[in-house]
């Protein structure tokens, strides 16, 4: 059984920055999609970013409008791994942060959905 372990979330000022991490507690075979997601209270789960296919020439990097140009996903050295660097960090960007793998852990496997248990990052004033 694969677990998706995140790390980095926390508590900042309006303006700072977090850089959580996540990354699979096993080995995985193949990871097509890699993203962070977010909820805040009494708000529907949403995309915050995503890269596809990262480990080739046709990743392709996407992110939610209200995130733009304040955060970055990343892919670390090991391809396993996915960083989001959170800049000008917002009082509206607080919320619980999820990552996201669709992956095969072994050769043989289907590629499904894995999910973090989660990492609260809240903003203040």
């Known amino acids: 059984q694969v677990h998706l372990v995140e790390s980095g979330g926390g508590l900042v000022q309006a303006g700072g920055s977090l850089r959580p991490s996540c990354a699979p507690s096993r080995n995985i075979f193949s990871i097509t999609t890699m993203g962070w997601y977010r909820q805040a209270p009494g708000k529907e789960r949403e995309l915050v970013a995503v890269v596809t296919d990262g480990g080739t020439s046709s990743a392709r990097i996407n992110y939610a409008d209200s995130v733009k140009g304040r955060f970055t996903i990343s892919r670390g050295n090991g391809k396993n791994t996915v960083y989001l660097q959170m800049n000008s960090l917002k009082l509206e960007d607080t919320a619980v942060y999820y990552c996201?793998?669709?992956?095969?852990?072994?050769?043989?496997?289907?590629?499904?959905?894995?999910w973090g248990q989660g990492t609260q990052v809240t903003v203040y004033s």
């Open positions: 996201n793998f669709r992956a095969a852990p072994r050769s043989l496997d289907v590629y499904r959905d894995y």
